[in-house]
C-alpha cells in the first residue's frame, strides 16, 4: 500500500483531493417535441426554463449548490429542462440566462421519494 508520501510524490493525492466524492447524475435537453418525448422519468428534480411570453430557453448557466453552499454541479443547458437526481434535504439553483445576464435563484428543498418541478422564468 502506498502512503501518503508516496501519493504525494506522484501528483495522486492532489488529483484525488481535486475530484467531487460523488458525480451528480444529470440530464440536459428537451429541443423539440421529439427530444421531450425521449426525455428520462427517472430524475426527481427537474427544472424547466422559459422566457416571460412561456418561449422555452435553451443555454442557461446553472450552478447548484447543497445545503452547506457546496457546488453539485455547474453546467450550460443544452435544452429548457435539466434534471437530476438529489438525495433529501435543502438546495440552491442560481440559473444565468447567458443571452442577457439576468439572474434567477432559488431555494428548494428535496423529500424522499418524490419527485420536484421548478419553473425558472427569465423577464428580459
Known sequence: MKTL???AST???ALALALPAAALDY???GVGSE????APTDYNTTFEFFERS???LAGVEVRLTDGNGDVLLETTSTGPWLMVNLD???YRIEA???STGEVQRVR???ASGQQEKYGLRFME
Do not use: I, K, P
Request: overall charge negative; aromatic content about 12%.
Open 5 to 7: 508520501m508516496q501519493l
Open 11 to 13: 501528483g495522486l493525492l
Open 27 to 29: 440530464w440536459s435537453g
Open 35 to 38: 427530444a421531450r418525448a425521449e
Open 54 to 56: 412561456g418561449s422555452f
Open 88 to 90: 433529501e434535504g435543502a
Open 96 to 98: 444565468t440566462r447567458e
Open 108 to 110: 428548494f428543498n428535496v
